[in-house]
């Protein structure tokens, strides 16, 4: 389900699942890589804390939410990651 964020919606839910992408960064060498070998952006922590922020603003009373994190190799900002889920 494709869901809208357009300033002013105000829907909530009972469940929330949220996955940021931390890094384009990746200490591995897959060959069959589609990454591009040049990309190692990193989200920044401002970015990351306004993105969980609005899904728990998300939550209707009593709802939950889920916390996932995907890059290429998120484990590479180990700080970043702790730093949000703190
Ligand atoms: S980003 Fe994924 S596919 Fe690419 S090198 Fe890293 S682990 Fe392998």
Redesign the pocket.
Same mark, same amino acid.
């Given at each position: 389900m494709l869901l809208s964020f357009a300033p002013g919606c105000h829907r909530m839910f009972q469940q929330f699942g949220l996955v940021l992408m931390l890094t384009?960064a990746?200490?591995?060498? !897959?060959s069959?890589?589609?990454?591009g070998r040049g990309s190692s952006g990193t989200m920044s922590l401002d970015l990351g804390r306004r993105s969980i922020d609005r899904a728990i603003a998300s939550l209707a009373p009593g709802g939950t939410y889920e916390l996932a994190f995907f890059? !290429?190799?998120p484990s590479l900002h180990v700080d970043l990651l702790s730093a949000l889920i703190d």
């Open positions: 384009h990746c200490n591995l060498r !897959c069959y890589c589609y990454n890059g !290429c190799e």
